[in-house]
């Protein structure tokens, strides 16, 4: 049981580039989000999905966009790479009921030059 | 002005002595609150979620919430080395999507 798999690990950009990022979680969750983390900011939303064909925006959503391809898999593209983009990026899911509870992914590294 | 305030800290406790974490949270609406532990390089991994004012203990764990006072607290007892990590805390409302983290405590357990 793999829980959430995102990659890549690391990725070095320079500005202007494109890139996806992938995470699929296989505990059937509906609910998926990707978050970005930053020194003294904490983590902050970027997009969510709550169930597969949907997809909303978080606090900070702006130079992403996000694809809910299924169920499993919910991927975070950055179109046009700016070093403000640089960041360490969390993929989480979440149980749903009493007990809601995020997973998350091991995180992706990304610099952008 | 975030949502989720917590002092960054670091704050440094002795091994065996209670380590006593804050957080206070702005929108008076929220009712799940969330406490989560990151070590240094890895992901947040959850350690205890409150709902209801009081107390809840989970081992050395204890998540105390006060909504009156928008205030929620993490203790640990018995302190150990490998507490040492980033306290992150969050809130929100109850099956609401979108959780609102603090910055994160950073937490060091001195031998």
């Known amino acids: 049981n793999a829980g959430v798999t995102q990659t890549p690990k690391f990725q070095v950009l320079k500005t202007g580039q494109s890139m996806t990022l992938q995470c699929a979680q296989d505990m059937n969750h509906n609910s998926m989000y990707w978050y970005r983390q930053d020194p003294g900011m904490g983590l902050r939303l970027i997009y969510y999905?709550?169930?597969?064909?949907?997809?909303d925006k978080g606090e900070v959503p702006n130079g992403y966009n996000v694809s809910r391809l299924n169920k499993r898999e919910f991927s975070l593209r950055l179109e046009s790479a700016a070093p403000s983009q640089t960041s360490v990026y969390f993929c989480?899911?979440?149980?749903?009921?009493?007990?809601?509870?995020?997973?998350f992914g091991s995180g992706t590294q990304l610099s952008v030059l | 002005q975030k949502e989720v305030e917590q002092n960054s800290g670091p704050l440094s406790v002795p091994e065996g002595a209670i380590a006593s974490l804050n957080c206070t949270y702005s929108d008076r609406g929220s009712q799940s609150f969330f406490w989560y532990r990151q070590y240094s390089g890895k992901s947040p991994e959850l350690i205890m979620s409150i709902y209801s004012n009081g107390d809840k203990e989970d081992g050395r764990f204890t998540a105390q919430l006060n909504k009156a006072s928008q205030y929620v607290s993490l203790l640990i007892r018995d302190s150990q080395p490998s507490d040492s990590a980033t306290y992150l805390c969050a809130g929100g409302l109850f099956g609401n999507e979108k959780l609102t983290f603090g910055t994160g405590t950073r937490l060091t357990i001195i031998p």
């Open positions: 999905s709550a169930s597969e064909g949907t997809t």
């Open positions: 989480a899911s979440r149980t749903g009921g009493e007990n809601e509870k995020l997973f």
